[in-house]
């Protein structure tokens, strides 16, 4: 069985740093692209960043860049999402998901996310 | 990477079709055929429901399907139940292994 965990989130104050993590099991982690998706309570989702399955390349929505960095370690089956100079914006609950199916462009498993809340 | 237009909210009795449409331009829905659909009840992780514009995955009802026609992608749910109230979200290949999400539509069964 496919699973996500994540942890790391927790309230934390503008301009403040936080280190998100996703530990997978159930499926071969390495084999796959990976991805984090934010969403504000009572809001819509937004694609944050993704990774290719050997880290090599990594891609950002603009709103984060140059803040957030996607990481992986392929030997601990684990997701990460560096978060630097953090906003009152970046408050939300966030998945990791992974890519599969067909094109493998669609997330076919997703996280029970961990929520952030960047305020003093 | 703006979000993708959807209606705020749709709704229908039960056993009538409904269709949830989804604008982007020609640089995200209109350009590349990976558009994919998630469900979302109150309080849980999305679910996807349809990838590749039509393609469904196994275990999910074949009451639901995609299509797409220029800049628009529509989800459209046949003989509606009770379980599919929920929020549905599409998404698109944006280009440079970039996606952008639509903003949302809330499925209610009347």
């Known amino acids: 069985e496919v699973q996500l965990v994540e942890s790391g989130g927790g309230l934390v104050q503008p301009g403040g740093s936080l280190t998100l993590s996703c530990t997978a099991s159930g499926f071969t982690f390495v084999g796959y692209w990976m991805s984090w998706v934010r969403q504000v309570p009572g809001k819509g989702l937004e694609w944050v960043a993704n990774i290719k399955q050997d880290g090599s390349e990594k891609h950002y929505v603009d709103s984060v860049k140059g803040r957030f960095t996607i990481s992986r370690d392929n030997g601990k089956n684990s997701l990460y999402l560096q978060m630097n100079s953090l906003r009152a914006e970046d408050t939300a609950v966030y998945y990791c998901?992974?890519?599969?199916?067909?094109?493998?462009?669609?997330?076919?498993?997703w996280g029970q996310g961990t929520l952030v809340t960047v305020s003093s | 990477q703006s979000a993708l237009t959807q209606p705020a909210s749709v709704s229908g009795s039960p056993g009538q079709s409904i269709t949830i449409s989804c604008t982007g331009t020609?640089?995200?829905?209109?350009?590349?055929?990976?558009v994919s659909w998630y469900q979302q009840p109150p309080g849980k992780a999305p679910k996807v429901m349809i990838y590749d514009v039509n393609k469904r995955p196994s275990g999910v009802a074949n009451r639901f399907s995609g299509s797409k026609s220029g800049n628009t992608a529509s989800l459209t749910i046949s003989g509606l139940q009770a379980e599919d109230e929920a929020d549905y979200y599409c998404?698109?290949?944006?280009?440079?292994?970039?996606?952008?999400f639509g903003t949302g539509t809330k499925v209610t069964v009347l």
């Open positions: 998404c698109s290949y944006a280009g440079s292994d970039t996606y952008v």
């Open positions: 998901a992974k890519y599969g199916l067909g094109s493998g462009t669609s997330l076919d498993y």
């Open positions: 020609s640089s995200d829905v209109g350009g590349y055929i990976y």
